[in-house]
T-cell receptor, first 113, second 111 residues
Framework: EAGVAQSPRYKIIEKRQSVAFWCNPISGHATLYWYQQILGQGPKLLIQFQNNGVVDDSQLPKDRFSAERLKGVDSTLKIQPAKLEDSAVYLC???????????FGPGTRLTVL | QQQVKQSPQSLIVQKGGISIINCAYENTAFDYFPWYQQFPGKGPALLIAIRPDVSEKKEGRFTISFNKSAKQFSLHIMDSQPGDSATYFCAASTSGSRLTFGEGTQLTVNP
């Protein structure tokens, strides 16, 4: 089966600019996650969707980050405006049931200058 | 407490040796403990996982040892190979909740 797809793979922006990332989960997976992975650290969950609904966004900086999941399939994560500390790899993952056995995409490496 | 503490930060072993990575947690409600393997430029991939009803789980060269009373679990890689060189993350969760990851261990296996 095809894995989790993410685009773009790399993005360089200036601080205060906006950026958006796209994720297409594994077909049939109801649960979708966005993680932020800062260099040298483990992934940190930003938001979890179950179908169209948000299950957990407690660690999402809502003043600048937003996410949506269109029709319970694809998802976009947006940062507006970006800060230097947002430089990280943004990982999308999906699972068929709960947080167990999450399948990760390759990530988008964001550099904010 | 939601933290998962992982050690060592980096590890170098010779081919054929045993690699051991340790994790400790505080939240006694955690009931799922996976290990993920991440290669440069790739997302993490599930390697092996354990639940607290067993003390050990083995899959090929990879073994998780779990000590519920000490709130610790470890990954053992037997007969380590250069292809095992990657970053390894432990994680923990309670049923239906988010995974909390450790800080990662960069493993290098020298030929």
């Amino acid at each position: 089966e095809a894995g989790v797809a993410q685009s773009p793979r790399y993005k360089i922006i200036e601080k205060r600019q906006s950026v958006a990332f796209w994720c297409n989960p594994i077909s049939g997976h109801a649960t979708l996650y966005w993680y932020q992975q800062i260099l040298g650290q483990g992934p940190k969950l930003l938001i979890q969707f179950q179908n169209n609904g948000v299950v957990d966004d407690s660690q999402l900086p809502k003043d600048r980050f937003s996410a949506e999941r269109l029709k319970g399939v694809d998802s976009t994560l947006k940062i507006q405006p970006a800060k230097l500390e947002d430089s990280a790899v943004y990982l999308c993952a999906s699972s068929s049931a709960g947080p167990d056995e999450q399948f990760f995409g390759p990530g988008t490496r964001l550099t904010v200058l | 407490q939601q933290q998962v503490k992982q050690s060592p930060q980096s590890l170098i072993v010779q081919k054929g040796g045993i690699s051991i990575i340790n994790c400790a947690y505080e939240n006694t409600a955690f009931d799922y403990f996976p290990w993920y393997q991440q290669f440069p430029g790739k997302g993490p991939a599930l390697l092996i996982a354990i639940r607290p009803d067993v003390s050990e789980k083995k899959e090929g060269r990879f073994t998780i040892s779990f000590n519920k009373s000490a709130k610790q679990f470890s990954l053992h890689i037997m007969d380590s190979q250069p292809g095992d060189s990657a970053t390894y993350f432990c994680a923990a969760s309670t049923s239906g909740s988010r995974l909390t990851f450790g800080e990662g261990t960069q493993l290098t296996v020298n030929p």
